[in-house]
């Protein structure tokens, strides 16, 4: 499966939902949209609340392998769960601690 991902850096650099909504009709289907934005929050938003814990999250390979989905968890310090080799061998090659 091939991944293309576009990704809006700033509210100020967001493009309306229109253009949004053009650009699904021209997408081949089946197609995920993911908001690397609202991803980054989440994953600051729940850091805030785990840290000071002293909890460590791991985010289930099997959930999602988007290699840009994967390095945007790995900047945010999570950890990899894996359970197949396969996963092992992508969490290592998007840069995760082995």
């Known amino acids: 499966m091939s991944y293309s991902t576009t ?4 509210k100020s650099e967001a493009v309306s939902l229109q253009q949004h909504i053009a650009q ?5 289907t089946p197609f995920f949209f ?5 991803l980054r929050e989440t994953l600051k938003a729940m850091k805030a609340v785990t840290d000071p814990l ?6 289930a390979f099997k959930a999602n ?7 945007v968890i790995r900047e945010h310090g ?3 769960d894996c359970v197949s080799g396969n ?12």
């Open 54 to 59: 002293g909890y460590h999250v791991h985010y």
């Open 78 to 80: 999570l950890g990899a």
């Open 65 to 71: 392998s988007n290699p840009r989905i994967l390095e």
């Open 87 to 98: 996963e092992v061998k992508r969490a290592v090659e998007t840069g995760f601690a082995s």
């Open 7 to 10: 990704s809006v850096q700033s």
């Open 34 to 38: 993911y908001n690397l934005e609202v």
């Open 24 to 28: 699904f009709r021209e997408q081949r």
